[in-house]
């Protein structure tokens, strides 16, 4: 006789709504110039996505993205290789996942936006915006699009 095994808990749908970024990209800046290579993986059991980026200038940096049930909102904890952390939360807008944040830098108030497009080509657009006038204007502070490698 075999224990019997517990199922996994279901999850709600929400925690599947980022799940178009799993996969191993080749990211590319406006230019098409090779931006970096980012590999999203699903953990615990579809839970959340692990992200390892690595940019084409050595700059690394991971992040753990989540639906927070509780707080009904997505979650990242950004972690760069500059000794950077993002804190980002957010949800789908229109069918776009949208992130944002607010965070003092060198004693200015700055809000960070970042939203991923899924493509009907497959490709993903990372567009992330930075704005210092309480989101009156925004600048790029990066934008990226994502290709599956083969």
């Known amino acids: 006789n075999s224990p019997a095994k517990t199922p996994p808990p279901v999850l ?11 996969g191993e990209w080749d990211v590319t800046n406006p230019a098409g110039k090779l931006a970096g290579t980012n590999k999203i993986e699903s953990i615990a059991a579809g839970a959340g996505l ?3 980026w690595t940019g084409a200038t050595g ?7 989540a639906w927070n049930a509780a707080k009904k909102q997505w979650q990242q ?13 957010g949800g789908i807008v229109e069918g776009r996942m949208v ?7 060198r004693g200015q108030r700055r809000l ?3 939203t991923w497009t899924p493509n009907p080509d497959g490709t993903v657009r990372q ?8 989101g009156k204007t925004w600048t790029t502070a990066f934008d990226g ?3 599956k490698r083969s």
């Open 12 to 22: 709600p749908s929400e925690a599947r709504q980022f799940d178009f970024w799993i």
């Open 50 to 52: 692990l992200e390892n």
């Open 59 to 65: 700059f690394t940096g991971r992040s753990l993205n």
């Open 77 to 89: 904890y950004w972690v760069g290789s500059d000794g950077g952390v993002l804190e980002l939360v």
């Open 99 to 105: 992130l944002s944040a607010e965070r003092e830098v």
């Open 112 to 114: 960070e936006r970042i």
């Open 127 to 134: 567009h992330w915006e930075q704005s210092t006038d309480g």
């Open 145 to 147: 699009l994502y290709r």
